[in-house]
């Protein structure tokens, strides 16, 4: 789809007057989850509003009401987008940290012996995610800064708020460094 739509006025006040269409369609249809990336209710909004901008260009005032076109317009873009953001999520690796803030190695969390070594792990790991960062761009950089700050006691709701972004967007820094991290022979050779 085309996501620059050019709209006329007349189309315009179609869309500012039916914007209540892309909240019914939500609320109906589409199941918010703020845990997952692309789910939370303000992506999905913006994603309707663009279906709902859609509906309005491609309209046909002669066959059907608006608000009966546009809710279908509406709830079958946002299906296909949340099929697209399932499909995306398949590429994104879960990362787990344990209570000490350690990285999970291949899903396995390394075992921790008392307090002391814990809060040495953290240091390890916080110095081993600042000798790595140099290495990563983009994404992935993000990611393990984000990674330090949350092992070092903020929370994903904390650093989006740092950021100024989604939640989601967060997560996926966070999973896009996961991934690359994961990959990484010299920096998994050094938390074995």
């Known amino acids: ?10 189309q315009q006040m179609l869309v500012k007057t039916h914007l209540y269409i892309v909240t019914l369609v939500i609320t109906e249809s589409i199941h918010v ?13 913006q994603e309707g509003c663009i279906w709902l901008c859609h509906a309005a260009a491609t309209y046909n005032s002669s066959c059907i009401l608006f608000s009966t076109y546009s809710k279908r317009v509406v709830r079958n873009g946002l299906l296909s987008y949340c099929r697209l953001m399932c499909a ?9 940290i344990d209570e000490y803030g350690d990285l999970a190695v291949d899903g396995a969390l390394l075992q921790q012996t008392d307090n002391f070594n814990a809060r040495i792990s953290v240091i390890e790991t916080l110095d081993l995610l600042t000798s790595v960062e140099k290495n990563y761009q983009g994404v992935a950089r993000l990611g ?6 949350k092992i070092g006691g903020m929370s994903t709701f904390d650093i989006a708020q740092l950021y100024d972004v989604p939640s989601s967007h967060v997560s996926a820094w966070i999973s896009r460094a ?7 022979r010299k920096f998994l050779s050094s938390i074995l």
């Open 1 to 10: 789809m085309k996501r620059d739509i050019p709209l006329t006025e007349e």
């Open 33 to 45: 989850n703020k845990n997952i990336y692309g789910f939370e209710y303000e992506d999905l909004y």
């Open 88 to 96: 995306r999520q398949r590429h994104f690796s879960p990362l787990v």
């Open 144 to 149: 393990i800064k984000a990674l330090k700050l």
């Open 178 to 184: 996961a991934c690359k991290l994961r990959n990484n």
